[in-house]
T-cell receptor
Framework: DTGVSQDPRHKITKRGQNVTFRCDPI?????LYWYRQTLGQGPEFLTY????????KSRLLSDRFSAERPKGSFSTLEIQRTEQGDSAMYLC?????????????FGDGTRLSIL | KNQVEQSPQSLIILEGKNCTLQ??????????LRWYKQDTGRGPVSLTI?????NTKSNGRYTATLDADTKQSSLHITASQLSDSASYIC????????????FGTGTRLQVFP
């Protein structure tokens, strides 16, 4: 079990720059989720994919955010023109549509710091 | 508004002692309730998952209870160990279709020797 893998683990960038994160889910999982977690808070849902289709997006996901899962395997989350408020941990999780009572498996996240 | 509230916010106990963490939720529809453990700087790891028809689930020294009528859950940790120091997050699954999760803010547990 290779688990959910996220890259990079840490990203420091200047305000206004674009950043892209990658998530590799567990191979047999067809659902993939992105969450954002700020210090002292629980994760907040951003968006989710079933296979390559992006089926739901949170209102938290402004126009500067875009997520893709082109082949239904790995996913990328891009933030354009980063702002101070984007500093957070970005978590990816995956699950299997056909095991609805199995837990979502999380990666260890990408910690984004905006200078 | 769908909410998951946890108490206490933080807790300090001595190694070997037991503790109980509480969770109240107002989520509808409700499909399941999960407890996750999150170590600092790591992603959450699932401890238990219960549907509305289950009222208790154990995973080693962790035992979760669920009262779907009062919309309350608890996580009991027995014979705590130093490695139990972490945040414990109560999570409610509100939709059967999307498995979209609603997270509480967590209880920060510190176990001291």
């Amino acid at each position: 079990d290779t688990g959910v893998s996220q890259d990079p683990r840490h990203k420091i960038t200047k305000r206004g720059q674009n950043v892209t994160f990658r998530c590799d889910p567990i191979s047999e999982h067809n659902r993939l989720y992105w969450y954002r977690q700020t210090l002292g808070q629980g994760p907040e849902f951003l968006t989710y994919f079933q296979n390559e289709a992006q089926l739901e997006k949170s209102r938290l996901l402004s126009d500067r955010f875009s997520a893709e899962r082109p082949k239904g395997s790995f996913s990328t989350l891009e933030i354009q023109r980063t702002e101070q408020g984007d500093s957070a941990m970005y978590l990816c999780a995956s699950s299997n549509q056909w095991d609805s009572n199995q837990p979502q498996h999380f990666g260890d996240g990408t910690r984004l710091s905006i200078l | 508004k769908n909410q998951v509230e946890q108490s206490p916010q933080s807790l300090i106990i001595l190694e070997g002692k037991n503790c109980t963490l509480q969770c109240n939720y107002t989520v509808s529809p409700f499909s399941n309730l999960r407890w996750y453990k999150q170590d600092t700087g790591r992603g959450p790891v699932s401890l238990t998952i219960m549907t509305f028809s289950e009222n208790t689930k154990s995973n080693g020294r962790y035992t979760a209870t669920l009262d779907a009528d009062t919309k309350q859950s608890s996580l009991h940790i027995t014979a705590s160990q130093l490695s139990d120091s972490a945040s414990y997050i109560c999570v409610v699954g509100g939709s059967y279709n999307t498995d979209k999760l609603i997270f509480g803010t967590g209880t920060r547990l510190q176990v001291f020797p």
